[in-house]
């Protein structure tokens, strides 16, 4: 069902009309000093009034607040069966938006869920499969963890190296200069290498497991 207003409209709601679309903080402002006059609004004016504010919250990077309300919209609208609204499926881009708050909140395994939850509704939702893909790299399993270690511990070892061959090597011992800095290099090499190579192996993993998972939603999704 597609959201419909009345004809009718109230001064405060008139107000908040003639608030610019992108003045966000002005949104904000004005929901949060007439917020007990906005709860007694008809309906539609008052779903209006909130959805606009949810959404200036998110603009403006207020993800605990947003979280905190982008629920009530979401039920509000599943609650009266509001499926478009403004254009758009309503329940999609705040589903979206929540996962977009956690994200940037790093709480990426919430995240993570709704996407997934999205991409069932929906498996041909490019940006939620692109934004699953961007959540799990951000996710690091413990192999990551352990070899991003190993590689700090390699350039540190080679740090070492380059305070021992200015102090002691070139000044002294001279003839293992040579020595030194193939070690240097070694040392550097092994850590770049290692940071390259699990960080594209990772990528690879989410790429296959990503892919995997909207094959296997799409196909459920042709039988029914």
């Given at each position: 069902m597609s959201f419909s207003q009345s004809t009718y409209q109230s001064k405060i709601f008139?107000?908040?009309?003639?608030?610019?679309?992108?003045?966000?903080?002005?949104?904000?402002?004005?929901?949060?000093?007439?917020?007990?006059?906005?709860?007694?609004?008809?309906?539609?004016?008052?779903?209006?009034?909130?959805?606009?504010?949810?959404?200036?919250?998110f603009e403006v990077g207020s993800y605990h607040k947003h979280l905190l309300l982008v629920d009530l919209v979401i039920e509000t609208a599943?609650?009266?069966?509001?499926?478009?609204?403004?254009?758009?499926?309503?329940?999609?881009?705040?589903?979206?938006?929540?996962?977009?708050?956690?994200?940037?909140?790093l709480e990426y395994d919430k995240s993570e869920y709704i996407l997934r939850e999205i991409i069932r509704i929906n498996p041909w939702n490019k940006d939620a499969v692109l934004f699953l893909?961007?959540?799990?790299?951000?996710?690091?399993?413990?192999?990551?963890?352990?070899?991003r270690a190993m590689s700090i511990v390699l350039f540190l070892m080679a740090a070492v190296v380059i305070a021992v061959e200015v102090l002691a090597v070139r000044p002294f011992f001279p003839a293992y200069t040579v020595l030194i800095e193939?070690?240097?290099?070694?040392?550097?090499?092994?850590g770049g290498l290692l940071l390259v190579g699990v960080t594209l192996i990772h990528r690879g993993r989410v790429e296959q497991q990503v892919y995997a998972f909207v094959q296997r939603v799409r196909e459920r999704k042709e039988a029914v």
């Open positions: 008139r107000d908040f009309k003639a608030i610019e679309a992108g003045a966000y903080r002005q949104i904000i402002h004005f929901y949060e000093k007439q917020e007990a006059d906005i709860r007694g609004l008809d309906f539609e004016e008052n779903f209006e009034v909130l959805t606009t504010y949810v959404n200036a919250l599943i609650n009266n069966n509001i499926t478009f609204y403004q254009g758009e499926d309503i329940f999609l881009k705040m589903l979206f938006r929540k996962a977009a708050s956690l994200y940037n909140l893909k961007k959540c799990l790299r951000r996710q690091q399993p413990k192999y990551i963890q352990l070899t193939q070690s240097r290099f070694a040392l550097f090499g092994m």
